[in-house]
């Protein structure tokens, strides 16, 4: 039987994300041997002014850093929160993963129906998208690194990189 490593033993973190309620890092998937582990993450409580950079936590320089926290608290920001693709840290640069069709689905159907339901409008907001043939991804599909943080830099959030173990803003500003 195989021996399992440390959860992020042999990941780098992709991507830094500071929201409202703290900062999540996101590492892409992996393979041990025989053993194929999906994409995690690690979140916690800090915010840019307050973050170090932990062994443990393998966030090497280069890695992707954004902040969306000023962005949600503007109209624009908020909506894209809903509106906006999700990200996926494996993709390739200029990739994405669509959502699977969702206007035959069943499933769907019911939550549209039910009121109470918190994912029929998240549904309900990615069949209007589809339905509007938008070149842009929806808020179910799935992007790239770069294309997620242009999305939301768009919207009013500020990304940057880790250098020297510091997060280094697009502006030239170290936090």
Known sequence: MP???PFHASRQARLLKFGGGGHTIEYPSRREGELQ???????GYERPETWTNRPDDHVPDGCAVL????AIETPEGFSWVFKGPMCDVDLSPGAMEPCPDLT???MVRAMLTDPGNRYGSLAAIQLAHT????PEPGPLDHVDIATYLDGWRRHGARTGRIVDG???????VAS
């Open 104 to 106: 035959d689905s069943l």
């Open 67 to 70: 902040d969306v926290r000023q």
């Open 37 to 43: 582990y999906g994409r995690s993450s690690l979140s």
């Open 166 to 172: 510091r997060i280094i803003w697009d502006e030239g």
């Open 131 to 134: 339905m509007a043939e938008k």
């Open 3 to 5: 021996t399992l490593a």
